[in-house]
């Protein structure tokens, strides 16, 4: 089944400057990357997503690349502001398993502190 | 339209006693994701229900079993609980599974479950 691992696990930054988080994934056959940010108490929300035929979305402040030969992709969030303080998970839609249906695999969630 | 809606959102119970969870997604979606969301290992897939069936399982032993209703609401059940059951639970859905079709989840803000 698919793999994917998220670093780095905490991040702090200072308001203004950039934050980048790096995931890797196993599965040739995954072809779908969704990035969800999760506020203390309440469950995670999609924030931006990437498919594989595209190599880089933007969306205001955040983007997604994709390096689908490395296998990795990668959330950019520029001009951070104390409310981009959470955690935030990155998935990967793997492809069959067996008699198995595709489902999403997540990352362990990197922890993200913008200092004002 | 209202959210992913989870009941309860915190439970304590003792260890050898069985629980279960609810969760009503939003009007229209007919599929459940259920989610184990522990410290340090991000979330881990437990099963997805579609249109009442289960198309989908993770890794978890035969104590955690779910089901999903005609209206689409679903429940997971965990007998003879343990210690290392304490989690946070999600729920989410979608329109379809995502393994289908591109379409958003959208998660619940989960039932805190404690085992003492």
């Known amino acids: 089944g698919e793999n994917v691992e998220q670093h780095p696990s905490t991040l702090s930054v200072q308001e203004g400057d950039s934050a980048v988080i790096k995931c890797t994934y196993s599965d040739s056959a995954s072809n779908y990357f969704p990035w969800y940010k999760q506020e203390l108490g309440k469950g995670p929300q999609l924030i931006i997503d990437?498919?594989?035929?595209?190599g880089e979305k933007k969306d205001q402040r955040i983007a997604v690349t994709l390096n689908k030969t490395a296998k990795h992709f990668s959330l950019h969030i520029t001009e951070t502001q104390p409310e981009d303080s959470a955690v935030y998970f990155c998935a990967a839609l793997g492809g069959y398993s067996g008699y198995s249906a595709r489902q999403l695999t997540f990352g362990s969630g990197t922890q993200l502190t913008v200092l004002p | 339209k209202a959210g992913v809606t989870q009941t309860p959102r915190y439970l304590i119970k003792t260890r050898g006693q069985q629980v279960t969870l609810s969760c009503s997604p939003i009007?229209?979606?007919?599929?459940v994701s259920w989610y184990q969301q522990t410290p340090g290992q991000g979330l881990q897939f437990l099963f997805e229900?579609?249109?009442?069936?289960?198309?989908n399982k993770g890794n978890f032993p035969g104590r955690f079993s779910g089901r999903q209703f005609s209206n689409s609401r679903s429940e997971m059940n965990v007998s003879t609980l343990e210690l290392g059951d304490s989690a946070l639970y999600l729920c989410?859905?979608?329109?379809?599974?995502?393994?289908?079709?591109?379409?958003?989840?959208?998660f619940g803000p989960g039932t805190r479950l404690t085992v003492l």
């Open positions: 989410a859905s979608s329109l379809v599974p995502p393994g289908l079709a591109y379409n958003e989840q959208f």
């Open positions: 009007s229209g979606h007919r599929s």
């Open positions: 990437i498919r594989s035929n595209v």
């Open positions: 229900y579609f249109s009442e069936t289960q198309r």
